[in-house]
């Protein structure tokens, strides 16, 4: 299985920050990379897909970059919705993988 | 837009089968380019993809779980299905089912989950 981890697993940060978080995965998968959202007691939802493309609806403060191994989430300017706990998923190999979490919280 | 909802017990004693379903709406299982998946979140942790089927019937399972688990779909009820057999404590989670595009292998919708809590 590919190993996903995730960093920092919590980030703390004030409204109107520039976010990054990274997603290191074992092996090169391309730009096989997803990147969700999940608020406490709701489902995921997807962000990012293919590394790079913003999902229809989802604002444009967020974006991704990176390819083969290491990948990162920017949140160019935080927004209270965005207080939450994001994953990184590769859909390069099954089984698909998911990074531990990063937690966005209030500083 | 396509909604999914999970049912199924609330709680399964240890050694049981864990049966859930997710029926589909606004959309059809029949359709594509689509898989239907099954993902599971024990509380306060991480995410953990189960497997997918295929409208065809065929699925792929994450070998984690070996062979407990077993899925299906009824194109007729426009429902999929998961049985996990022989389940232990460790099973105790929320069961998310969602819809995976088989184009660009993203779970693109998701159901609002149900908790499965294992005990005797």
């Known amino acids: 299985d590919i190993q996903m981890t995730q960093s920092p697993s919590s980030l703390p940060a004030s409204l109107g920050d520039r976010v990054t978080v990274t997603c290191r995965t074992s092996?090169?998968?391309?730009?096989?990379l997803n990147w969700y959202q999940q608020k406490p007691g709701k489902a995921p939802k997807l962000l990012i897909y293919?590394?790079?493309s913003l999902q229809s609806g989802v604002p444009s403060r967020f974006s991704g970059s990176g390819s083969g191994t290491d990948f990162t989430l920017t949140i160019s300017s935080l927004q209270p919705e965005d207080f939450a706990t994001y994953y990184c998923q590769q859909s390069f190999s099954t089984p698909w993988t998911f990074g531990q979490g990063t937690r966005v919280e209030i500083k | 837009q396509v909604q999914l909802q999970e049912s199924g017990p609330g709680l399964v004693r240890p050694s049981q089968t864990l049966s859930l379903t997710c029926t589909v709406s606004?959309?059809?299982?029949?359709?594509?380019?689509?898989?239907w998946s099954w993902i599971r979140q024990p509380a306060g942790k991480g995410l953990e993809w189960i497997g997918r089927v295929y409208t065809s019937g065929g699925s792929n399972n994450n070998p984690s779980l070996k062979s407990r688990v077993t899925m299906s779909v009824d194109t007729s009820r426009n429902q999929f299905s998961l049985n996990m057999s022989s389940v232990t404590a460790a099973d105790t989670a929320v069961y998310f089912c969602?819809?995976?595009?088989?184009?660009?292998?993203?779970?693109?919708?998701w159901g609002q989950g149900i908790l499965v809590s294992v005990s005797s």
């Open positions: 293919d590394a790079t």
């Open positions: 969602a819809r995976e595009s088989s184009e660009v292998y993203t779970i693109d919708h």
């Open positions: 606004g959309g059809s299982v029949s359709s594509g380019p689509y898989y």
């Open positions: 092996q090169s998968i391309s730009t096989y």
